[in-house]
């Protein structure tokens, strides 16, 4: 077994020495993407499948780049829309795949635990890329890397996640990450987007984003899903601008410089100011090229990487 | 049952290894004629400190600062199933184009000749170097594929259950090569 084990579901199950082999592997990898070829041997003859339920831009692009960097074989497949649905019919995809002698899947589902579900069903190597509201631990892993880039650690600092928590796996996996690799977590947003009973993760609550500018080192600003308001979670987005909204005046008052994160896509002027996400304190484009690297990693690591942390993986539990 | 402590043997202790340094050095100028389109590549982990040292005699004797790289052939391993990576790959730095450089290869051990080919096909990447040489400093035999080193700091026949040790002062705190053999039972 692999020191991540067979699958990555999520970084709760996942032990700290893991989640930091994970970041310095993605190191190296860096350096292939600034290569005049940019490509690797390294999964040659792997065959991968990018099963993306969900619409996105960014993560199946970035998945397929790290993909081909590392010359694997890769194949698309977008099961959009009702027609497919959770339970045996995606388990029936996977296996049809799997009869045509793949190696791993990428899977991103509307449905928590899909991941999961499909992982314990297949021999393929699973790959989360956003289930439910359950968790997107690469996305959380990129960001994880940032953070580490930009301030030369992540122990003791504080990184406030902004937004809709409620509805997040990106908020959920970043918990979890920076948790575990001694980060103090903060959450700010609208009482109707904060899970109930948030606090036990070991997370402080502020209501005011004032506060949490106050308070943070790091923000990570995430995306205001506009059906949000059309289900009544917030008045409106004007008005969630106005009250929780990431702005250069309330920035300035900020104690200290403070690194901007945001996952993507952004509604500029509806949880961020534009002048905010393209200041000088924005790292977004750097979370976007990180994401490759990452994903480089964790493909890399899935596939064959045995190094001596198997004890690691046993204590952490993990996916197998 | 006890198994015996493997039998330990100094293949090159500190002075002899700073010796064979120095004749390496010699040799890579001599083979390069001169220092214009020289490179010198270590291999991670040990060969990048060699590579050092020997771009540092070269400099005390030319007055010219070879320019060095380092690499890193685990991803361009034939063999990611059967051994698994290193924990962490290290770092691959290389100074600039190489096209139409003499590349020289510093690692510490030739054995089977895996690393040498997986570098030459990592090199190919790079740019298309006028030539490539090796440089090791100890040439173990035991070779699995036609390659072979031009310049070689020390040759010595180990069976397939030894192993070289190679020990240097910034990673390891002295400089030190020995020969671990394991009695066969």
Redesign the interface.
């Known amino acids: 077994m692999t ?1 991540l084990g067979k699958d990555l579901v999520g970084l709760e199950h996942l032990a700290p020495e893991q989640i930091r ?1 994970i970041l ?2 993605a ?3 860096k ?2 993407s600034e ?3 940019k ?5 040659r003859g792997k065959t991968i499948v990018n099963l993306f339920f969900e619409a996105s831009t960014r993560t199946r692009i970035s998945f397929e780049f790290a993909e081909k960097r ?1 010359s694997a074989d890769t194949v698309n497949v977008a099961a959009t829309g009702s027609s497919v649905s959770k339970g045996e019919t995606l388990v029936d995809t996977a296996k049809n795949l799997e009869a045509m002698r793949i190696d791993m899947v990428v899977i991103r589902h509307g449905a928590s635990g899909a991941a999961q579900f499909l992982g314990s069903r297949i021999r393929s190597n699973v790959i989360n890329a956003g289930d439910g509201k359950h968790e997107h631990p690469t996305q959380a892993l990129l960001d994880l890397l940032t953070i580490r880039d930009k301030h030369g650690k992540i122990e003791g600092l504080k990184v406030c996640l902004v937004g809709d928590i409620l509805h997040s796996r990106v908020a959920r996996s970043n918990i979890w990450g920076l948790t575990k690799l001694g980060a103090q977590v903060g959450v700010c947003g609208p009482r109707t987007l904060l899970p109930r009973g948030i606090e036990e993760l070991g997370v402080t609550v502020f209501r005011r984003i004032e506060d949490a500018i106050a308070w943070a080192d790091v923000l990570n600003v995430l995306r205001l899903q506009l059906e949000r308001m059309e289900k009544g979670f917030i008045p409106s987005l004007r008005e969630y601008y106005r009250v929780f909204g990431v702005t250069v005046e309330r920035l300035e008052r900020a104690p200290r410089d403070i690194t901007i994160m945001h996952p993507g896509p952004m509604n500029r002027g509806v949880e961020i100011d534009s002048r905010v996400a393209d200041g000088s304190h924005s790292v977004i484009l750097d979370q976007v090229t990180n994401g490759v690297a990452v994903r480089m990693a964790v493909l ?1 690591l899935l ?7 198997a004890d690691a993986a046993k204590r952490g539990g993990g996916a197998e | 049952m006890t198994r015996p402590a493997p039998e330990r043997t100094t293949i090159l202790d500190a002075r002899a290894l700073a010796r064979a340094l120095q004749r390496m050095a010699v040799e890579v100028l001599e083979q390069a004629q001169g220092t214009d389109a020289l490179i010198l590549i270590g291999i991670q982990r040990r060969g990048v400190e060699l590579a050092d040292r020997i771009a540092k005699l070269i400099e005390k004797e030319e007055g010219f600062v070879v320019p060095r790289g380092a690499l890193d052939i685990t991803l361009y391993r034939d063999d990611l199933e059967t051994v698994g990576p290193k924990p962490v790959i290290g770092e691959t730095r290389i100074p600039g184009d190489l096209t139409g450089k003499h590349v020289v290869i510093v690692d510490d051990v030739l054995y089977t000749g895996r690393t040498a080919r997986a570098a030459l096909d990592e090199l190919a990447d790079f740019g298309r170097p006028e030539r490539i040489s090796l440089c090791v400093l100890v040439d173990r035999g035991g070779r699995e594929l036609p390659i072979q080193a031009d310049i070689v700091g020390k040759q010595v026949k180990a069976g397939a259950r030894d192993r070289v040790e190679v020990l240097v002062e910034e990673l390891d705190g002295r400089d030190l090569v020995e020969l671990v053999r394991r009695e066969t039972s």
Do not use: C, H, M, S
């Open positions: 020191a082999l310095d592997t190191e190296p990898f350096e292939v290569r005049p070829i490509k690797v041997p390294a999964l590392l890399y596939a064959g990487g045995r190094p001596e942390l």
